[in-house]
C-alpha cells in the first residue's frame, strides 16, 4: 500500500520508515490490540511447553484464545510454526485459562472457552509468495497481517485473504500429524455453514440483503460459530442468526453496569414502526449487555430494515 499527501492538486508520496526490530512491531500491536483487532491483550512473552508466544490475546466475541507472533525477515514456515503454536495450545488448555485469570483477575471457566475458534495471527512487514500460498486453504487457523510504517507516523495494517476453496486435510498424507490432530478440534467457519441447509426462501432472504449490505462503505462479514457479524472497522453493527424459515437480526447497544450507567455511546434505535425487541442479558461481571433485535422473513420489509441497521452502521463512522 502507497500513501499520498495531497498538496493542492499533486500528490506527494509519503515514503515509509520501516520498523528497525520486531519488537517495535510487538509494542505498537500490543498497545493498541483493541483498536487493530478487537481483542483484549492478556500477556506478553507468554511461556508454555518449550515455547514463547509473543502476544496472548482473548476474543470476547467468539470467546476463544488468539496468538499473536511477529515477524522481521521471511526465513520461516508459517505452516510449521503455526500449527506447533496451535497444537501447543489445545494440549495445555488449562495454561492458557490460568494465564487470562492472573493477568486480568477475571474469572475464567474451561466450559467458557471455545478453543475451536482458536487462531494465530502472524504480523510481519512483509511476507514472501510462499508464505503466501502455504496458507492458501479454506480451513488454516492462520491470518497474515503486513504492517507498514510511514515517515509521518502512520501505520497501515493489510491482511492477505486467501479465496481457496481447497481443504489442507485432503493434501495431508500422514493421519497423525499435527495438521490433521489440529484440525480434528479447530473448526473456521464460512458462508456455506450457515446457507447449506436453508430453505430456498430462507437463502433467498439472505442473498437480498447480503446484496445490500455489500454496498456499505468499509464492511466486512465475519463468521462465527453462531451468527455472522456484518462489522465496520472490526466493530459489529449488527449479527444475523441464521434459522430454517427466517433470519434473526441483532443490533448491539451497549451495556448498563450493576450500578445502572451505561457504556459509551450506548446506542438508541430510532423504530417508528415498533418491529425490534429489546433484549439483555447479563454477563459475568453482573453487567447487562443490551440488544435489538428483529425478524427478517418473507413479511419484512427489506429497506426498512436496512433504514434500522444502517442507524448502527452511521452511529459508528460519525
Known amino acids: 500500500m502507497d500513501l499520498y499527501k495531497i498538496k493542492k492538486d ?42 514463547r508466544l509473543d502476544s496472548l490475546c482473548y476474543d470476547n466475541v467468539t470467546n476463544s484464545f488468539v496468538v499473536i507472533e511477529y515477524k522481521k525477515g ?21 495454561d492458557f485459562i490460568l494465564e487470562y485469570i492472573e493477568k486480568t483477575g477475571k474469572s475464567l471457566k474451561k466450559s467458557e472457552v471455545d478453543f475451536s475458534q482458536s487462531r494465530i495471527l502472524f504480523i510481519s512487514q512483509s511476507f514472501n509468495s510462499y508464505q503466501k500460498n502455504s496458507v492458501n486453504f479454506k480451513d488454516v487457523p492462520f491470518e497474515l497481517w503486513e504492517i507498514k510504517k510511514f515517515s509521518n507516523n502512520t501505520i497501515s495494517l493489510n491482511q492477505h485473504l486467501s479465496s481457496s476453496k481447497e481443504s489442507i486435510q485432503k493434501i495431508e498424507g500422514n493421519k497423525n500429524s499435527v495438521i490433521k490432530n489440529v484440525g480434528k478440534e479447530i473448526k473456521l467457519y464460512n458462508e456455506e455453514h450457515f446457507t447449506n441447509n436453508l430453505s430456498e426462501n430462507t437463502l433467498n432472504l439472505w442473498n437480498q440483503l447480503k446484496e445490500k449490505l455489500l454496498e456499505f462503505e468499509d464492511i466486512n462479514f465475519n463468521y462465527t460459530k453462531y451468527y455472522i457479524g456484518f462489522e465496520y472497522n472490526k466493530t459489529k453493527v449488527c449479527g444475523i442468526n441464521f434459522k430454517k424459515k427466517k433470519l434473526d437480526i441483532s443490533i448491539h447497544r451497549g451495556a448498563i453496569s450493576k450500578d445502572n450507567k451505561k457504556s459509551k455511546n450506548f446506542f438508541v434505535l ?31 420489509n427489506l429497506d426498512y430494515l436496512l433504514f434500522l441497521i444502517k442507524q448502527k452502521y452511521d452511529s459508528l463512522i460519525n
Do not use: A
Open 10 to 51: 499533486t500528490l506527494d508520496p509519503i515514503e515509509r520508515d520501516p520498523f528497525k526490530l520486531e519488537r517495535e512491531i510487538q509494542s505498537v500491536v500490543e498497545s493498541n490490540v483493541e483498536t487493530l483487532f478487537g481483542l483484549e491483550f492478556i500477556s506478553t512473552e507468554f511461556s508454555v511447553g518449550d515455547f
Open 270 to 300: 430510532d423504530d417508528p414502526k415498533g418491529v425490534s425487541k429489546d433484549f439483555s442479558c447479563t454477563w459475568k461481571s453482573g453487567t447487562k449487555g443490551h440488544e435489538y433485535w428483529m425478524t427478517y422473513d418473507e413479511k419484512t
Open 74 to 94: 521471511s526465513s520461516y514456515s508459517v505452516i510449521d510454526q503455526g500449527y506447533s503454536y496451535m497444537s501447543i495450545m489445545l494440549n495445555n488448555k488449562s
